[in-house]
């Protein structure tokens, strides 16, 4: 046996009288202590992130369907207005809300003009301004804005009776409100509101009712 | 943990870094001897061994630590930490103290082996350290040249030349133990 032989076999009997040689258990304990502390430190603020994406997201997507519903032209009823005497700026297409049976001899053109209806004031005030004005609803687990509706306004001075028609969502600019006697500040006359008009069978535009929503907690 | 123990190193640091106990313990049990028994047959000593095991893999939890899987294995890795914490510790130039190990076997012809292994140990720890460190790596814990390499932040031309004059200058210091061949096991 060489001196290389040696010192390898020496080595080796060294190996194999240390070769179980570990860090006492107690080590182990400090660092799975310190890597839980870590990480559930880490775990808090991951899910505080985690929380605030979601709900950034949700609100996100709610947000988006909302603008998409409004922006968005609805393609059901395809109904043409004809020419009304009173020419309505519709910007949007109109959407049939519901079909009307309207009592005969009822205000002028057949349509009740009552404008005490508490909620028909409401939309008064919002558009000149005597309250504060809308705000946007934000997406959230609340209820749907309930819709808020003034009587309608006639079109006509003289109409024909009334007996079925159709009533339309359509958007029209604010400045239409005042052309039914409702009053409506200058700076708001070119917001956009929505409203309802209701259609006779010859398909004349016979009345307007105004639209609003309001966010009920 | 059946199912991660077939992992190597890196996939279980990966997870570990992604919170996975399992993954830690794991990672940690596979490799703490190796890292324990070199910083003892670098040191001599069972408290420092100890503590600088504890400070390697806390480097590692903490990110203080940072491996490149590029450059080489984990387990290079981790004993090039524990090199620098024993260099930051006692410096290069450190003179090793020698303690002897408590034997608790009473059988003669054990006794006589144990006693004769502890010289080669005093011996190990006689070494200079650049020579020590290889040694220690190549034939006592079995690295590869490139593991060591990494370890010893040097290329593995200098770890074989390291490795060579350790394992020459062991043979000297262990000549007078050729006449205790027998308890080595040589004949």
New interface residues.
């Given amino acids: ?1 060489n ?9 080796d ?3 194999h ?3 179980e ?4 258990p107690r ?2 304990a ?3 202590e ?3 502390k ?2 559930s430190r ?2 808090i603020l991951h899910g505080w992130f985690q929380g605030i994406t979601i709900a950034l997201l949700a609100a996100a997507l709610v947000m988006a369907f909302a603008l998409g519903r409004n922006s968005k032209a609805p393609t059901r009823p395809t109904i043409a207005l004809q020419p009304a005497p009173a020419t309505l700026p519709i910007e949007a297409t109109p959407v049939l809300i519901e079909e009307a049976v309207i009592p005969q001899g009822t205000g002028r053109g057949g349509v009740q003009t009552s404008t005490r209806n508490p909620s028909a004031e409401s939309v008064v005030r919002w558009v000149t301004g005597e309250t504060k004005p809308i705000q946007p609803v934000i997406p959230s687990v609340r209820p749907q804005p309930r819709e808020v509706v003034t009587d309608f306004f006639p079109l006509m001075d003289v109409a024909p009776p009334l007996g079925r028609g159709q009533i339309l969502r359509v958007t029209v600019p604010a400045s239409t409100m005042r052309s039914v006697g409702l009053p409506v500040r200058e700076e708001r006359l070119n917001d956009r509101v929505q409203a309802d008009v209701l259609v006779g069978e010859e398909g004349m535009a016979r009345a307007i009712r105004f639209v609003s929503f309001v966010q009920d907690f | 943990m059946a199912f991660l123990e077939q992992h190597t190193d890196e996939y279980l640091l990966a997870r570990l870094k992604g919170g996975d106990e399992t993954a830690f313990t794991l990672l940690y049990r596979r490799r703490q001897g190796a890292i324990y028994r070199f910083i003892l047959h670098m040191t001599g000593d069972l408290v420092v061994a100890e503590d600088v095991t504890q400070e390697v893999f806390l480097a590692l939890l903490s990110g203080q630590a940072k491996y490149d899987e590029s450059r080489g294995s984990l387990s290079g890795f981790l004993f090039g930490v524990a090199r620098n914490k024993l260099l930051r510790r006692f410096g290069a130039q450190r003179e090793v103290p020698v303690e002897e190990y408590a034997v608790d076997d009473d059988l003669l012809e054990d006794l006589l082996r144990r006693e004769t292994v502890e010289r080669v140990r005093r011996a190990v720890l006689s070494l200079p350290q650049v020579y020590r460190e290889a040694v220690v790596l190549c034939d006592l814990e079995e690295s590869s040249y490139e593991d060591a390499a990494l370890a010893l932040d040097c290329p593995v031309g200098t770890v074989r030349s390291r490795l060579n004059r350790g394992r020459a200058m062991l043979a000297q210091k262990l000549q007078p133990m050729a006449a205790v061949g027998v308890a080595l096991g040589g004949k």
């Avoid at chain 1, 001196?3 to 080595?11: G, I, N």
């Avoid at chain 1, 040689?21 to 006492?24: G, M, S």
């Fill in positions: 046996m001196s290389d032989d040696r010192v390898l076999k020496a080595l009997a060294l190996k009288l240390d070769c040689l570990e860090a006492p080590v182990e400090v660092l799975l310190t890597y839980r870590r990480h880490r775990g």
